[in-house]
């Protein structure tokens, strides 16, 4: 299994990014795939989790209202839409996915994990 994040970047506050997850190796539809964030010294936090059978979603509070997930099963691929982006946002985003059907924001709940896109908030 292989998870590939792309569109992370540099962006003014405010500003906005959509971050791309293709997940490749999986042979059924039916799994929880989520994003994460991390930064130096800090613990892996969850951001966003969906569900791909019945696109269940959950978001950490910190980005509801700013924060979005969804899927696109036709083309294996897992989109975070963030906007109005903070310096505190500022994060090497991860995809995750798991065997399961229930969302979730722990990262022991995951097993299978992507390289990271660093996003940059600052001005």
């Known amino acids: 299994v292989q998870l590939v994040e792309s569109g992370g970047g540099l962006v003014q506050p405010g500003g906005s990014l959509t971050l791309s997850c293709v997940v490749s190796g999986l042979t059924v539809d039916d799994y929880t795939a989520a994003w994460f964030r991390q930064v130096p010294g800090k613990e892996r936090e969850g951001v966003a989790s969906?569900?791909?059978?019945?696109?269940?979603?959950d978001l950490v509070d910190s980005v509801k209202g700013r924060f979005s997930i969804s899927s696109d099963n036709s083309k294996n691929t897992i989109y975070m839409y963030m906007n109005n982006l903070k310096p505190e946002d500022t994060a090497l985003y991860y995809c995750?996915?798991?065997?399961?059907?229930?969302?979730?924001?722990?990262?022991?709940?995951?097993?299978?994990w992507g390289q990271g896109t660093q996003v940059t908030v600052s001005s």
């Open positions: 995750a996915a798991n065997l399961s059907r229930v969302v979730g924001l722990r990262a022991a709940q995951y097993y299978y």
């Open positions: 969906i569900t791909i059978a019945d696109d269940l979603t």
